[in-house]
């Protein structure tokens, strides 16, 4: 569907997901996802990841909201959704006596126009185990199996459910080099994952889910750039913290003296950083240990989950639902 030009492969708008019992896992979210983007959704365990991607991919309905992939709904529209979208499960359980290949042709059996399984499989690297039978493959290589398969039809959308996981360094590595180059090809491509590297060095953009509500968005930049940088030194023999500029006239929103390590938090990196390093220029002094360095996708996330709990904390005691809704 075009919108301003773009075209929102994967459009989500106020989605609830909530289980039998009544417990609501996903609370109203909104975001869409572009054609040949790679878009991720982080999240602590139980954030609603699975839970979202599963009304995507059409095993589920919404309780409320409204979604579409490829400008259908995926759910009652599937014969038309499903062939053009690969689907790689958090788990995919095979048939465990089936070899690699024979597991390849049956699923082939189910798509339309499958690609010849033995690029598709060499593809994942999986070309030396063909014959082996799945019970036998290792948590790792049943991933890229899984992979495979979700690869088979030659989709236009491909969702990815925690795709590296039980995946060895190498084999995480190989699976994000497959991503971007299909993404380079124009898949479209949704995960989930834990690992935020795997966030920060594959993903256009991403979300960053919380409770069931996404708490950030935007591209890993933007995500990290909202997060306070720090500047980490020690303080040279003699020297009091009292003895810098007044820290709030350096852009300092945050410090912490640990014996002779001292370290600031700003918003103004440059600013903090210069008029930190001119002090020490004019005292005619050396800052060992001087570290200067941008939020990582890591501190943002880690920020953003303690920053929504306490929210939610507050929130309970007050008897008040705080309202957070950030739309992508
Ligand atoms: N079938 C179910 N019935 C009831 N609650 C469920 C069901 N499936 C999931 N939940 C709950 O919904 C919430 C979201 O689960 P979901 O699997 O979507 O999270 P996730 O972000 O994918 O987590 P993880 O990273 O651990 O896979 C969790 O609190 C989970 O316990």
């Given at each position: 569907m075009k919108t301003n030009g773009h075209d929102h492969v994967i459009e989500v708008s106020g989605l609830r997901r909530v289980y039998g019992?009544?417990?609501?896992?996903?609370?109203g979210i909104t975001f869409h996802v572009e054609r040949g983007e790679v878009f991720a959704l982080l999240g602590t365990n139980g954030a609603g990841k699975t839970s979202t991607v599963e009304v995507l991919e059409g095993l589920a309905p919404p309780a409320g909201g409204r979604v579409r992939v490829l400008g259908h709904d995926?759910?009652?529209e599937r014969a038309a959704v499903r062939p053009r979208t690969g689907v790689m499960l958090q788990e995919g359980g095979f048939p465990s006596e089936l070899t690699v290949t024979e597991t390849a042709r049956m699923w082939a059996g189910c798509v339309s126009a499958a690609r010849p399984l033995t690029d598709v499989l060499a593809r994942v690297g999986l070309a030396g185990k063909t014959g082996a039978r799945v019970k036998q493959l290792s948590g790792g290589e049943r991933r890229r199996l899984d992979l495979a398969l979700a690869l088979l039809g030659d989709p236009e959308v491909l969702f990815l459910d925690e795709p590296t996981t039980g995946l060895d360094a190498e084999g995480r590595r190989d699976t994000w080099e497959l991503v971007r180059a299909l993404r380079d090809g124009g898949t479209t491509v949704l995960l989930t994952t834990h690992y935020l590297e795997e966030a920060e060095g594959l993903a256009d953009r991403l979300a960053i889910l919380h409770e069931g509500r996404i708490a950030a968005a935007g591209t890993p930049a933007e995500v990290t750039a909202a997060q306070p940088a720090r500047i980490t030194f020690e303080l040279p023999?003699?020297?009091?913290?009292?003895?810098?500029?007044p820290l709030p006239g350096l852009g300092v929103t945050g410090h912490e003296v640990d014996g002779a390590v001292v370290r600031l938090r700003t918003r103004t990196l440059q600013r903090t950083a210069t008029g930190v390093l001119a002090w020490a220029e004019r005292a005619g002094v050396e800052l060992r240990g001087l570290d200067v360095r941008s939020a990582s996708l890591e501190e943002a996330f880690l920020g953003i989950a303690r920053a929504a709990s306490a929210e939610a904390a507050t929130a309970t005691a007050t008897g008040h639902e705080t309202e957070r809704a950030v739309a992508v």
């Amino acid at each position: 569907m075009k919108t301003n030009g773009h075209d929102h492969v994967i459009e989500v708008s106020g989605l609830r997901r909530v289980y039998g019992g009544g417990f609501e896992a996903v609370r109203g979210i909104t975001f869409h996802v572009e054609r040949g983007e790679v878009f991720a959704l982080l999240g602590t365990n139980g954030a609603g990841k699975t839970s979202t991607v599963e009304v995507l991919e059409g095993l589920a309905p919404p309780a409320g909201g409204r979604v579409r992939v490829l400008g259908h709904d995926p759910r009652t529209e599937r014969a038309a959704v499903r062939p053009r979208t690969g689907v790689m499960l958090q788990e995919g359980g095979f048939p465990s006596e089936l070899t690699v290949t024979e597991t390849a042709r049956m699923w082939a059996g189910c798509v339309s126009a499958a690609r010849p399984l033995t690029d598709v499989l060499a593809r994942v690297g999986l070309a030396g185990k063909t014959g082996a039978r799945v019970k036998q493959l290792s948590g790792g290589e049943r991933r890229r199996l899984d992979l495979a398969l979700a690869l088979l039809g030659d989709p236009e959308v491909l969702f990815l459910d925690e795709p590296t996981t039980g995946l060895d360094a190498e084999g995480r590595r190989d699976t994000w080099e497959l991503v971007r180059a299909l993404r380079d090809g124009g898949t479209t491509v949704l995960l989930t994952t834990h690992y935020l590297e795997e966030a920060e060095g594959l993903a256009d953009r991403l979300a960053i889910l919380h409770e069931g509500r996404i708490a950030a968005a935007g591209t890993p930049a933007e995500v990290t750039a909202a997060q306070p940088a720090r500047i980490t030194f020690e303080l040279p023999d003699g020297y009091v913290l009292g003895d810098l500029p007044p820290l709030p006239g350096l852009g300092v929103t945050g410090h912490e003296v640990d014996g002779a390590v001292v370290r600031l938090r700003t918003r103004t990196l440059q600013r903090t950083a210069t008029g930190v390093l001119a002090w020490a220029e004019r005292a005619g002094v050396e800052l060992r240990g001087l570290d200067v360095r941008s939020a990582s996708l890591e501190e943002a996330f880690l920020g953003i989950a303690r920053a929504a709990s306490a929210e939610a904390a507050t929130a309970t005691a007050t008897g008040h639902e705080t309202e957070r809704a950030v739309a992508v």
